[in-house]
């Protein structure tokens, strides 16, 4: 046939159109040895996540209702904001199922409001805001300011070599506590303040990966949820 590589066929889609079971709900979602990363898709850069997570060369599926989230090994929670998805997310009953798959150790990375959801508590958030926890961090969203609404810095993050990461913030939180399990990534130099974490399974940055190009930060992910499955 052609000199594709199995990824590059990934990426193109050649296996979802060849497979018989495209598109179905399968057994156990390793089964084909495709790994498929959900993206929450009630709110938010929606759309990033799915091309940046394909462009890794995994299946990229959007996630609105529970039998959708059975059939993905990891999800990422977008950017956007953790109000809204919060209350999206218990309207469209996801709250509980997506709450027991991350205690099940299902692998999850959240972008700064989905850092927000992850989080065990959130400062300055809605009283009536939900949790889906996974992290051991308090944030506090809005952190840096209204007056300094988005910004971009260069970020030395664990684990991902050189160049800086070139990050940008949008409205974004910090993590002003952390657990004793919680791996500190990356923090903010102006301000000292972390901004991405990791604990087990659980992925997250205040800022957005997604909107930039850098694969980087999916490429982590990814890894790690290929070591999972
Ligand atoms: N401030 C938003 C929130 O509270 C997060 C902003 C973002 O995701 N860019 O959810």
């Known amino acids: 046939m052609s000199d594709l590589t199995p990824d590059d066929r990934l990426k193109q889609g050649f296996w979802r159109s060849q497979v ?3 598109g179905h709900r399968r057994r156990s979602p390793t089964l084909d040895g495709v790994t498929t990363v959900g993206v929450l898709a009630l709110q938010g850069d929606v759309r990033e996540h799915l091309a940046a997570l ?3 060369g995994v299946h990229a599926a959007a996630v609105r209702r529970p039998t959708e989230l059975a059939q993905v090994d990891a999800l990422v929670l977008p950017g956007g904001e953790s109000t809204t998805m919060s209350r999206l ?12 798959r991350i205690a099940d150790g299902m692998p999850a990375y959240g972008s700064c409001a989905g850092m927000i959801l992850l989080a065990r508590e959130v400062l300055d958030g809605r009283p009536d805001q939900r949790q889906l926890g996974g992290l ?3 944030v506090r969203r809005n952190a840096f300011g209204r007056q300094v609404d988005s910004f971009e810095r260069d970020l030395a993050i664990a684990g991902l070599g050189e160049p800086a990461y070139r990050a940008v913030f949008i409205r974004a939180p910090w993590a002003e506590e952390t657990g004793p399990g919680v791996e500190v990534l990356a923090t903010e130099p102006g301000t000292g303040r972390i901004v991405a974490v990791r604990q087990g399974p659980a992925l997250a940055t205040a800022f957005h990966p997604e909107l ?15 070591d999972r499955i």
Not at 212 to 226: A, E, W
């Open 54 to 56: 394909s462009d890794c």
């Open 89 to 100: 997310l218990e309207t469209f009953e996801l709250l509980e199922p997506v709450r027991a």
């Open 212 to 226: 930039t190009g850098d694969l980087r930060v999916h490429k982590l992910f990814v890894d790690m949820v290929r």
């Open 20 to 22: 018989p079971w495209s």
């Open 136 to 138: 051991d961090v308090v």
